[in-house]
């Protein structure tokens, strides 16, 4: 690893009063989910399948509706378990220092890794509920994949016969307004603004970084490729996350 920039980094963060993370796909790369731009990412590999990740084709298509319920049954998330970097997340918390944890992730690891669920801001929502496109109803992902595995390709709403999806924002869809507004406070609202794992080329996620340093704080980016707002960080890490994290959070944490 980088010795130096480690270690200040790690007295940046027992310093920081306040300190709000983002995380993205690579976080969770080492617990066995594939990111979507990474050297071995989804979408590096399979660029056709964006199709099922836009709401105006999954609309359109029941059988873009199909592959989206049998890639959902596969999904690698069922069997994930939290890594080290998910981990060194929710020890950090313990320092009361955590002002939020802003995640593109849909995995629902940092919350399996004992991150507390009111601190967890899921800004494309999670891949753990399902939701009627038609009523907003919700039900546990659990029961619709049930029905799937039981014969039904493209289950509907069960009460009003509606399409249903993950509870993820998909292309075309937008995000909750409550929750990107509790992210861009928490960027607003600390000194230290850590960007985990993410290419930093989905917005307005990506612009949290940009807001964090308008107000006032350092930006540290954790991640294995370059991204575009590399200029604007104090520091770039590019060792492994599961490495990283435990390095610059762990210290102090007791
Ligand atoms: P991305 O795929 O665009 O970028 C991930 C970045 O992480 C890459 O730059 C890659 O180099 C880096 N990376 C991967 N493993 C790493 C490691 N071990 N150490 C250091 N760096 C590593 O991901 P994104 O920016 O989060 O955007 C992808 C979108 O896809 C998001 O909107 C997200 O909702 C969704 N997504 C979620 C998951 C998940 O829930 N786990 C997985 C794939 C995609």
Known sequence: ?????????????????????????????????P???????????????????????????PEVRRQAWRERLDHP??????????RALAAFERTGRLRALATQNIDGLHQ?????????????????????????????MGEVLDRVRGGEDDPACLACGGVQKSATVSFGQALDPEILEAAF????????????GTSLTVTPAATLCDTAVRAGARLVIVN???????????????DPIGEVLPSILTTGTG
Not at 35 to 61: C, M, N, V
Not at 112 to 119: E, H, N, V
């Open 1 to 33: 690893m980088m010795p130096d920039r480690v270690s200040l980094v790690a007295r940046w963060v027992q310093e920081a009063p306040r300190v709000t993370v983002l995380t993205g796909a690579g976080i969770s790369t080492e617990s066995g989910i």
């Open 35 to 61: 990111d979507f731009r990474g050297p071995q990412g989804l979408w590096t590999k399979h660029p056709e399948k964006q199709r099922l990740f836009t709401i105006s084709t999954y609309l359109a298509d």
């Open 77 to 86: 998330a069922w069997s994930a378990r939290p890594g080290p970097g998910h």
């Open 112 to 140: 399996a890794a004992g991150s507390d669920p009111a601190l967890v801001l899921e800004l494309h929502g999670t891949l753990h509920e399902a939701v009627c496109l038609s009523c907003g109803l919700r039900t546990p």
């Open 185 to 196: 406070l928490a960027a607003q609202t600390c000194e230290l603004f850590i960007a985990v």
């Open 224 to 238: 294995a490729e370059p991204t575009p707002y590399d200029r604007m960080a104090a520091v770039i890490l590019s």
